[in-house]
């Protein structure tokens, strides 16, 4: 009977592996971003978080801003690639910011059901964000945006 429970470890592993995988990436996420962003008395608050492949797209707000942030893996590390509100929400955006294909399409499929989770008032402040702001230089953009951080 002793050796019964240490039987199920691996089956319980295997049943809840997949579903601890994206909690990983999710913390490693929001850590990156609160370790970027937070500043004294106003915390950067990272939900959803959604992940396709090595890119994600996670939410956030602090204090009166919102907006979107676009994070690609590389080496089993995120790194911020741009910041925006609506502008990175579609497949075509994504695409152009140098997602593959399949995984914009997941990723816009699974921020929108994410998103449709919250109260408009949430995701309207995932919104105020303008333009599309490069982070890491690796790609053109055509917009501007205000510098909010003041």
Known sequence: MSKMPFRLIPVIAILFGSAASAEPAENDISGLLHGMFDKPGVTLNVAPVVVAGDHAIADWSQGEMGG????????????????????????????????????????????????GKLASNEVAMFSKFEGIMMMDGSA?????HPDHSK
């Open 68 to 115: 979107r942030a676009l994070l690609r893996r590389k080496q089993q590390a995120w790194s911020l690639i741009l910041c925006a509100g609506d502008g990175i929400k579609s497949q075509e955006a994504l695409t152009k910011a140098g997602v593959p294909a399949g995984d914009a399409s997941l990723l816009a499929q699974q921020l929108a059901t994410a998103e």
């Open 140 to 144: 053109e953009s055509s917009h501007e």
